[in-house]
């Protein structure tokens, strides 16, 4: 029955891939997997409460946690319904629109098995990553020249993780672990839909001391390359457009204080600046910090609350030459389009996120969480040396999370 429940979520994960999304977070990352994560807002480096939580935020952690000694499953799903709006001003001439997202669902599986006494498999499914905006029919053209046509501007990047994990109980308090990471990633450019593939690998460390544990995670450059995928404005033959999740490193301690209360905080840092894609854009690194509290009481209710942090990686270029070009992966483009894809098609300035949730263990087999994530409003703008051409965005995220874990001994 646990297999077959595996292979229904990751089948209703892979057909949901394909649904509109623009949930930008942390860039264009996801703060967390599953309600236990988000809804103390993404920590989990040193004490995730799950098996898709650990497999995403920490390899090691697949030896230490509730679901140890035996195996757990968990189906998650995270109903985003993001909000994003442009304002384009070309002289005298201001025009404002919202981008036409609908709420869509995220579904995640996750499961751990133990293989000896100290060595335990995991394996994980997931969307991470995921970006864009749908401006078409809204009376904002990809070229802003052309103020008052019914042209379209359209974007959509997608990343679904494909994560086999293996972690060794080196002593009771310390482990190591490694997963590898299968990216399916597609990208639409309003000029159609490019797929293609790459690979990673993450590693992380767990050690745990008395009511404390410190935890860190190590994840690599991860590039996949769409072929075809724009003219970037030229009008000639579609180009090669590379896209790089950045190089990611994090730590994170957990603190006990009582047997039901757990307070956790992360630090992470994404090297979007080296990033292929992310570099071209003129995005700079950041760093994200998680805080996150659990009450967990002995009756079986869980309470949780949290708040994620992480600057905007959008780096404005105020007072840019709209007559020049800029060379973007070895294609020249005209420094107003690229100015113009920049701020209206990747607005990903999401930066205070604060979250809840609430869970309860029906049984020593069953348990169901749910969570919530409010994103504040953010605006960003920038205008070019001339004073003739504004280009703004403002992004609110709302989210809802539901998650169900099935324990196995």
Partial sequence: MAKRAVLAAAAALVLSFSLP?????????????????RAMGGAGVAAPQDAISAIFANPAAVCMGPYCPGSEFVFASTIYDPSVKATVRVGPNTTTAKSDMKPFIIPAVGMITPISDRLRFGLGMFGITGMGVDYRNKGIDLNPLNAGSEGDIYTQLQILKFAPNIAFLVTPDFSIGTSMHLLYGSLDLGQGTAHNYGFGEQFGALYRAGSCSFGASYTTPEKISHQNVTDFGSGLQKRQLSMESPRTASAGIAWRPTE????????????????????????????????GMQYKDPDGLTLRLGYNYGKSPVRLHKGFDAAGTTSLQGSTVPTLLYEYLRMIGFPAIAEHHFTCGIGYQFSSRFEAHLGGMWALDNTTSETDASGTFSFGSNVRETSYDLGLIWHFM
Avoid: C, H, R
């Fill in 260 to 291: 039901q209360l757990l307070i956790e905080t992360d630090a992470k840092w994404l090297n979007w600046k080296d990033a292929e894609g992310y570099k071209e854009f003129d995005w700079k690194n950041q760093w994200v910090y998680a805080l």
């Fill in 21 to 37: 999304k623009a949930w930008a977070t942390n860039g264009d990352t996801l703060i967390g997997v599953a309600p236990a994560s």
